[in-house]
């Protein structure tokens, strides 16, 4: 009794902060309109960010999520911002996972799980029925928990996705995969054993393979469920190198357990809590000032 | 408190263990005698001639199996051109899209059932089905009864290899806008092409070495099968016929072929093997 009391008053709590947010959006987005620069009620120096951010690539509007009966996310609304890494936290078994893959899908491979509720790309519903599922997926790629190369070569591995949506000749092909490699680091290791097995790389070259993989199609999301957690410390640091390089091009949401992950790479965080979006905000804010009692338990390792 | 003298224990532990090396042995040795039996008489009438001649009638000396060996492979040929894609489909259905729903429960019990049906049962039906309306044997209809028989098996070892490759390598397939189709045939298939190609290949042995189903349908020829849509000659069938025949010569031709279904379904089963410690 005593916990579903708490959820309600996360709930209510967290629905009021992001109508506030979305005001907010919407204020700043009239004056730069009218070009008037008045002072954001932050800091000075959150109003530059403010303004490059303006365009929202995702934006989640009442999503609830569904395994058979079990309710897995509850009314989640949230913003992603375009050419920035957003952080999705929370303790295990808190839909972290269950709401990033909403975005390309993927969920629907499983018969028992649905999906309810909102999710705008560029302004259009994916939960829509007449969305093109293989468009929407190549315009959101994906990065999994563990690395998962095809039984092919490495070369093919990066080829096949990009046969399939554009056509190549062979040496416009090469360029592209020698590209996508150069970008995902992994080019100087395996430029000599293109043909070799991708099965045969260690776990961290694999999983940056499927990065290459996933680039290829450039993207214009980039989907990463915990895309370190099965990896060593080494490979893992080359990864998240990699997201900073990335940002640039991509719109990247990144779900993590490690919260110091997430304090390094990425500019805004949501923090997660049985399926509720409890605080969304930028990450340095968020991390060292959080609005809500639970964040803030959860970050300073109270619980998790 | 008295203690229970362990020596009960100890010698119930010894009979049960002596019972079942006992038990393992005895079917080694079934098999080996079943080999050993079928090799010396057998391999006196494995020759050139063997191979190379058609069967002569009876008391006529010489004569191979010739005919008997291109029926046997025709039949095969014919029954796997049928049995293993749509094994293979039903397979798929069962693993990738009928997964957990009724329609491939059902499809499932119906197909360990399908695998229970003696063979002699589905070779009777097709004669009822297509032999009397035919009016004469068919090689064809002896290869379709051999299909029903190698269906169910294929479907399962599909069924089951396809479900050993993890979720994860279909999510990652999809993410990349992959069709499910696609997916299947060219990450699934081949993930798991091991045990598909087992699965075949024992699917071949067991059907290759069937007799009942061709009783009625395929039945028996002395002749080559110009023609597969007549009856026509088949390793087993001749084993069947040629070994109650009063001349020895025959008798010695039938363990030939019993030799030669033996030697080829052992050398399947034995490439399978290879395959599966192989594989990847």
Known sequence: MGTKVKIMNIDSGNSKSLQEDEIKMEKTDDLDKLKIRLPDKDSSEDLDHQQENKDVKIKVEDLDFYYDDFQALYKNNLEIYSRKVSAIIGPSGCGKSTHLRVYNRIYELYRNQAAKGKVFLDGKNILDKSMDLMDLRRRVGMIFQKPTPFPMSVFDNVAYGLKLHYSLNRSQLEAKVEESLKLSALWDEVKDDLDKSANSLSGGQQQRLCIARAIALEPEVLLMDEPTSAIDPVATAKIEELIEQLKGQYTIVIVTHNMQQAARVSDYTAFFFKGYIVEFGKTDKMFTNPQKKKTEEYITGRFG | ?280
């Not at chain 2, 080996?32 to 063997?50: E, S």
């Not at chain 2, 009876?58 to 004569?63: D, F, H, T």
């Not at chain 2, 309306?133 to 209809?141: A, D, I, T």
């Not at chain 2, 051999?146 to 599909?158: A, E, H, W």
Request: charged share 15%; glycine share 10%.
């Open chain 2, 1 to 280: 408190m008295k203690k229970r003298s362990p020596l009960t224990r100890l010698v119930i532990d010894k009979i049960i263990k002596s019972l079942s090396i006992i038990a393992a042995i005895a079917g080694i040795l079934i098999l080996l005698i079943i080999i050993k039996d079928i090799f010396f008489k057998g391999i006196n009438a494995i020759g050139f001639d063997f191979f190379t001649n058609n069967m002569r009638p009876p008391g006529v000396a010489g004569g191979g199996v010739k005919n008997a060996i291109y029926g046997t492979l025709m039949i095969t040929l014919v029954s796997t051109l049928i049995g293993v894609p749509v094994g293979m489909m039903a397979g798929v259905y069962l693993s990738e899209y009928g997964r957990n729903t009724r329609f491939g429960k059902i499809i499932r019990f119906s197909l360990n059932i399908m695998m229970g049906i003696p063979s002699i049962i589905i070779g009777i039906f097709f004669f009822s089905i297509m032999i009397i309306p035919l009016g004469h044997g068919s090689g064809y209809v002896g290869a379709f009864a051999l299909s029903v028989i190698m269906i169910p098996i294929i479907t399962k070892t599909t069924e089951e290899m396809l479900k050993l490759t993890p979720d994860s390598l279909r999510e990652s397939a999809l993410a990349l806008g992959i069709p499910k189709w696609k997916m299947i045939i060219s990450i699934l298939f081949r993930s798991s092409k091991s045990g598909l190609l087992t699965g075949i290949l024992l699917a071949v042995a067991r059907v290759s070495g069937e007799t009942a189903p061709l009783i009625f349908t395929a039945r028996y020829s002395q002749y080559w099968p110009d023609d597969l849509n007549r009856e026509t000659a088949n390793l087993t069938m001749t084993i069947y016929n040629y070994a109650g025949q009063p001349f020895d010569s025959m008798v010695e031709t039938a363990w030939g072929a019993a030799l030669l279904v033996m030697g080829a379904v052992l050398l399947l089963t034995i490439i399978s093997r290879f395959i599966v410690s192989h594989g990847n």
